[in-house]
């Protein structure tokens, strides 16, 4: 097998949100090169729930049909190619993005022919499948979804400072987030859920980036990995009376 390490990121659809696939993608490009993404689940979990953010992160939808109700089609579909990845040497590093006790055993079988297994996983993951793989990493709290003004009825569009909307959305977010920030990819589909119609031409700006440096309540950070956060700015410190 090569000694270029190749990473797979294999999402359980039916099991894991779709608001922790930004985390375990930021986590696969530290580990090599992401060569395979692949999303697991039947119609409903694909088309409902992770749609969006498997086209965003340019994931192959691996539909599976339930046969008989209640198997784990999807699971048993997931593992069969982890492992065909394995042995063919597509791949030597895995990311698993599921909390479901059921893929113990691939972790076992991958790590037994020398792959690195990392699952990312939900609060909810039990202790078997985080000791099971070679490093266990738990998504942060999904952050909420934030409700915007509607737009005026009567089809008159409202007319908003969107400055006021940026920093309000900002502040309500990062409230769930440890350190007081979101990510740019975050607050785009906070943004988007929330107000559909809501998009960056609209006042003039080619994206949402530059929205957010042209508002000066509002600090733009890029990590070493290239990744966008965005916090409130630090307040300005009170002006000294000057003696006349």
């Known amino acids: ?19 922790v696939l930004d985390q375990a993608m930021q986590h696969a490009s530290t580990l090599g090169r992401v060569v395979l993404r692949r999303g697991y689940g039947n119609a409903a979990s694909l088309t409902n729930k992770w749609q969006e953010a498997l086209i965003r992160h340019g994931f192959t939808p691996c539909l599976q049909f339930q046969y008989v109700g209640g198997k784990n089609t999807a699971d048993i579909a997931l593992a069969l190619d982890a492992l065909e990845m394995l042995l063919d040497g597509r791949a030597n590093q895995f990311v698993i ?4 006790s059921d893929f113990v055993g691939l972790c076992r079988k991958l790590q037994e022919r020398g792959a690195g297994v990392h699952v990312c996983g939900e609060a909810k993951t039990p202790a078997a499948l985080r000791y099971a793989c070679g490093a266990f990493h738990e998504a942060a709290s999904v952050v909420p979804v934030v409700e915007l003004p509607p737009v005026a009825s009567g089809g008159v569009k409202a007319v908003v400072d969107w400055r006021n909307l940026l920093v309000k959305t900002v502040r309500k977010v990062a409230k769930a987030s440890p350190n007081g920030s ?10 988007k859920l ?3 119609g809501f998009s960056p031409a609209a006042h003039g700006h080619a994206k949402l980036r530059t929205m957010i440096e042209a508002c000066s309540q ?11 956060t965005v916090g409130m700015a630090p307040a300005a410190p009170p002006t000294a009376l000057r003696a006349v």
């Open 97 to 100: 993005v599921t909390s479901d």
């Open 182 to 191: 979101v990510k740019l990819s975050e607050l785009g589909n906070q943004l």
């Open 194 to 196: 929330a107000s559909p």
């Open 1 to 19: 097998m090569s000694a270029e390490r190749n990473v797979a990121v294999l999402v359980d659809c039916e099991n894991a949100q779709s608001a």
């Open 218 to 228: 509002l600090r733009l950070h890029q990590t070493e990995g290239g990744h966008c």
